[in-house]
Structure formats: C-alpha cells, structure tokens
C-alpha cells in the first residue's frame, strides 16, 4: 500500500478546482485538505463548504486534515461535506475515542495526527481503532518547511509497533517536508502514505512531480 496525497496548501486557492484536476490526471491517489483554525494553529486556511465543492469536483477521496482546537465541534461538519478520510490531533481532543468512533460510525476513515513532539504513547488506547495515524513531520500551520530528521525513527517504531501486533492497520502517513529526495527512505523506514504540497506545488511540473514520487513510493518496496 502506497499512497501519494498531495496537499492542497501549496495550490492556488483561487484555481483549487483546476488543482485537484491536476493532480487526479497525474496519478495521485487521495487529496490532503489542510483545516486550520487559528487557534491550533497560526494560520486559517478553508472550512466546509469548500470541501463540499472539491468533493463535486474530483472522484479522488478527500483526506481532511483538521488542525483546529475542537475536533468534535466540526467532525459533523467535515462529514457532511463528504470527507473520506478525516484526522484529528491527539493534542486537541480530550475525547479521541467519541471523535473517532463518530468518524467510523459515518463509514469513513479515521485517523489520529501527532505533532512533533508528542510521543507514539499518545496512541496506546486507541491504535486499534484508527485507520491511519497521520505523523507530522514539520509543526504543522503552513507548507514548505524542512522534514524534522527526528520524525524517522517515530516512522520506524510506529511500523514495528504494529508489525509486532501483527496489523495491517493503522496505515502510516507522514506529512510535512516529504519531498522526491527523502520519499524512498521514508518509505523504507515503513511509511505508506506521502503528504506533498510544496514538492508538488511548486515544482516546475507538478504532474511530472507526482508521477515521480509514485514511482519512487513503489521501487521504495513498501507492501
Ligand atoms: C502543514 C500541513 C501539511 C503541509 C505540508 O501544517 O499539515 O499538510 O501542506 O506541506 P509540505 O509538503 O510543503 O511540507
Ligand atoms: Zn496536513
């Protein structure tokens, strides 16, 4: 299983339709919406009804990453805005296990985001029931920053983890500062899903830029 989502944080947000277009053709495999509120983050970028016209506009499933204060208070909203998969952070919701079951309760998929510094523990009561763990690798609020080396041997220990429960769930996706140079290491390290806005945005050809790293994701061998 490997999987390149591109995130829609490096487009234009005034051609987003054109962007999810773009991608689609070149072979992407989801769409990552980044949400932020503000407050979890220092920055605002989109909110439902956007999403609600992307999903109109591309057959791609729609990853909602929701970096915002109250999971619950906008999980509703996402879901009927028809997200496939949603993320919540584990730092902003003290009711994880009510927020991921409403998710799955809706047939979508759920996934826990970590920052950083929030240690793999965070996820001890609950890895189970998540779909995908989404790791950041950058501290998440906007694109283009330097992958955290560090986040590598979180990669690694989340795969053993699972590999010695012996599950092939939670899927593993990393997102910030993922780009065609580091996407084969990490993808040894037991990485299976690829968020990429800046190294797919801003790259000279981002239809070329995706069908590198899938390419790359593949001879990489992950499963
Ligand atoms: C960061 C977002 C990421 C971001 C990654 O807060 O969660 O999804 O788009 O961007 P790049 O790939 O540019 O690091
Ligand atoms: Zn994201």
Same mark, same amino acid.
């Given at each position: 299983?490997?999987?390149?989502?591109?995130? #829609?944080?490096?487009? =234009? !947000?005034?051609?987003?339709?054109?962007?999810?277009? #773009?991608?689609? %053709?070149?072979?992407? &495999?989801?769409?990552?919406? =980044?949400?932020?509120?503000?407050?979890?983050?220092?920055?605002?970028?989109?909110?439902?009804?956007?999403?609600?016209?992307?999903?109109?506009?591309?057959?791609?499933?729609? =990853?909602?990453?929701?970096?915002? $204060?109250?999971?619950?208070?906008?999980?509703?909203? !996402?879901? $009927?805005?028809?997200? $496939?998969?949603?993320?919540?952070?584990? %730092?902003?919701?003290?009711? #994880?296990?009510?927020?991921?079951? /409403?998710?799955?309760?809706?047939?979508?998929?759920?996934?826990?985001?970590?920052?950083?510094?929030?240690?793999?523990?965070?996820?001890?009561?609950?890895?189970?029931?998540? &779909? !995908?763990?989404?790791?950041?690798?950058?501290?998440?609020? *906007?694109?283009?920053?330097? !992958?955290?080396?560090?986040? *590598? %041997?979180?990669?690694?220990?989340?795969?053993?983890?699972?590999?010695?429960?012996?599950?092939?769930?939670?899927?593993?996706?990393? $997102?910030?500062?993922?780009?065609?140079?580091? #996407?084969?290491?990490?993808?040894?390290?037991?990485? %299976?899903?690829?968020?990429?806005?800046?190294? /797919?945005?801003?790259?000279? &050809?981002? *239809?070329?830029?995706?069908?590198?790293?899938?390419?790359?994701? *593949?001879?990489?061998?992950?499963?």
């Amino acid at each position: 299983m490997v999987l390149i989502a591109p995130s #829609l944080l490096s487009a =234009d !947000f005034t051609r987003l339709e054109e962007a999810v277009r #773009l991608i689609e %053709e070149a072979g992407a &495999d989801i769409v990552h919406v =980044d949400i932020m509120d503000g407050h979890f983050v220092p920055n605002l970028t989109i909110g439902p009804r956007v999403v609600e016209l992307l999903k109109s506009k591309t057959r791609l499933p729609l =990853d909602v990453h929701l970096m915002v $204060d109250t999971p619950s208070a906008v999980v509703p909203w !996402f879901l $009927d805005a028809g997200a $496939d998969w949603i993320s919540i952070h584990a %730092e902003a919701s003290p009711h #994880l296990h009510r927020d991921i079951a /409403v998710i799955k309760n809706a047939g979508r998929k759920a996934g826990v985001a970590l920052n950083p510094a929030t240690p793999l523990a965070a996820l001890q009561e609950i890895l189970r029931d998540l &779909d !995908f763990v989404l790791l950041m690798c950058v501290n998440p609020g *906007r694109g283009s920053q330097p !992958f955290i080396e560090a986040s *590598r %041997e979180k990669i690694r220990a989340l795969r053993r983890w699972r590999d010695d429960l012996g599950l092939g769930r939670p899927w593993i996706e990393i $997102d910030g500062g993922v780009n065609l140079s580091n #996407l084969n290491d990490l993808a040894g390290d037991g990485a %299976e899903v690829f968020v990429a806005g800046n190294a /797919v945005f801003n790259a000279p &050809d981002p *239809r070329e830029a995706v069908r590198q790293m899938r390419a790359a994701a *593949r001879q990489a061998g992950t499963p």
